[in-house]
């Protein structure tokens, strides 16, 4: 049997009927204000300058994320063309108050499914690397911006604590004492959340960044993974639960929820509500497409291309964070 499959004749790139660029232009110019918005939160206003001073003072955390996000779409844009797979320029998803970074990042659509597996792999792979490559050494730089202090008991919020992050803590800034905490610099706030983001991304399941490089990998083996993934986000919830909101859930149960205080409701819904929303996210994907990947007509993949491709998954592994967001 030829492993290569049939051979997969070169399409032809021409812009998919139905995309209208002006609608990424708006989306984009939204999605910049909206992010510049959550840079002020994050960013200490300028102690003089009238209302444009005020407005760009989140510029250290807007300007490295959206460079970020940038190069991760521009990633898998790039991919797309090469591979001649018709694709839409990417939609950048603005979301202001409701996010604390201003954006839920972006997509880019397809018309069609991608016929070989080296597209598929290329196209899934390139926008988690190229955004890595943008996103560590703005991490390096704003960390090494970042004051080491006294951890305060409460009122801080806890950022997720991935294996990659503690590397370069440890990288940039030394062993950091018992009771004392990294107060992040905006500009390296904005390389956490592109770590975030990227790391929900690589999430194996159906066509996200993951299940596309899963699927290149391992073909309809992944399927049967694939459809277990909903489980993932179930279990980070239950752990949440207990590691971070077990007096408020045994205060609930007892009917004790008066004696829940303000601290342990932040507390309880800062740690669970990703994972809610991530797990609704994902049965809705699996009612419409049954958690499965789309086959590809062509699954050579050649040995550099599977490098990469467990490079890539093992990335998802380093960027893990079972606890992303706690209000503390």
Same mark, same amino acid.
């Given at each position: 049997? *030829?492993?290569?499959?049939?051979? !997969?004749?070169?399409? +032809?790139?021409?812009?998919?009927?139905?995309?209208? +660029?002006?609608? *990424?232009?708006?989306?984009?110019?939204?999605?910049?204000?909206?992010?510049f918005l959550a840079g002020r939160l994050w960013a200490p206003p300028?102690?003089?300058?009238?209302?444009?001073?005020?407005?760009?003072?989140?510029?250290?955390?807007?300007?490295?994320?959206?460079?970020?996000?940038?190069?991760?779409?521009?990633?898998?844009? /790039?991919?797309?063309?090469?591979?001649?797979? +018709?694709?839409?320029?990417?939609?950048?998803?603005p979301l202001p108050l409701l996010s604390p970074f201003g954006t839920?990042?972006?997509?880019?659509?397809?018309? =069609?499914?991608?016929?070989?597996?080296?597209?598929?792999?290329?196209?899934?792979?390139?926008?988690?690397?190229?955004?890595?490559?943008?996103?560590?050494?703005?991490?390096?730089?704003?960390?090494?911006?970042?004051?080491?202090?006294?951890?305060?008991?409460?009122?801080? &919020?806890?950022?997720?604590?991935?294996?990659?992050?503690?590397?370069?803590?440890?990288?940039?800034?030394?062993? &950091?004492?018992? =009771?004392?905490?990294?107060?992040?610099?905006?500009?390296?706030?904005?390389?956490?959340?592109?770590?975030?983001?990227?790391?929900? *991304?690589?999430?194996?399941?159906?066509?996200?960044?993951?299940?596309? !490089?899963?699927?290149?990998?391992?073909?309809?083996?992944?399927?049967? %993974?694939?459809?277990?993934?909903?489980? !993932?986000?179930?279990?980070?919830? =239950?752990?949440?639960? %207990?590691?971070?909101?077990?007096?408020? /859930?045994?205060?609930?149960?007892?009917?004790?929820?008066?004696?829940?205080? =303000?601290?342990?409701?932040?507390?309880?819904?800062?740690?669970?509500?990703?994972?809610?929303?991530?797990?609704?996210?994902?049965?809705?994907?699996?009612?419409?497409?049954?958690?499965?990947?789309?086959? !590809?007509?062509?699954?050579?993949?050649?040995?550099?291309?599977?490098?990469?491709?467990?490079?890539?998954?093992?990335?998802?592994?380093?960027?893990?964070?079972?606890?992303? %967001? /706690?209000?503390?």
């Amino acid at each position: 049997m *030829n492993d290569r499959g049939p051979a !997969v004749p070169a399409q +032809p790139f021409e812009p998919s009927p139905g995309f209208n +660029p002006r609608t *990424n232009l708006w989306l984009f110019v939204a999605t910049v204000i909206s992010v510049f918005l959550a840079g002020r939160l994050w960013a200490p206003p300028p102690a003089s300058g009238g209302w444009i001073a005020r407005s760009l003072s989140g510029w250290t955390f807007a300007v490295p994320l959206l460079a970020i996000l940038v190069a991760h779409e521009g990633g898998h844009y /790039v991919a797309s063309r090469f591979h001649r797979v +018709p694709a839409s320029l990417p939609y950048f998803i603005p979301l202001p108050l409701l996010s604390p970074f201003g954006t839920l990042g972006a997509v880019i659509l397809m018309r =069609g499914r991608i016929r070989s597996a080296r597209a598929l792999l290329d196209i899934g792979a390139s926008g988690p690397i190229a955004g890595m490559l943008v996103a560590v050494p703005l991490m390096v730089v704003g960390l090494s911006l970042s004051p080491v202090m006294p951890a305060a008991p409460s009122g801080f &919020i806890q950022e997720g604590q991935s294996l990659l992050y503690l590397a370069l803590k440890r990288l940039v800034l030394g062993d &950091i004492p018992p =009771g004392y905490d990294v107060m992040l610099h905006p500009t390296a706030l904005a390389a956490w959340t592109g770590f975030f983001i990227t790391f929900l *991304n690589l999430l194996p399941f159906s066509q996200l960044d993951g299940g596309h !490089v899963a699927y290149a990998l391992l073909g309809r083996r992944h399927d049967a %993974w694939s459809r277990r993934m909903w489980l !993932v986000p179930v279990a980070l919830l =239950g752990y949440n639960l %207990w590691t971070h909101g077990r007096f408020a /859930v045994l205060a609930l149960l007892q009917g004790h929820a008066a004696m829940i205080t =303000g601290d342990q409701w932040d507390r309880l819904l800062s740690s669970t509500l990703l994972w809610v929303v991530l797990l609704l996210v994902m049965l809705l994907m699996r009612r419409r497409t049954g958690g499965l990947h789309p086959p !590809v007509d062509e699954t050579y993949l050649d040995p550099i291309r599977r490098r990469v491709g467990i490079g890539t998954l093992l990335m998802f592994v380093l960027l893990f964070m079972p606890s992303p %967001w /706690v209000a503390t």
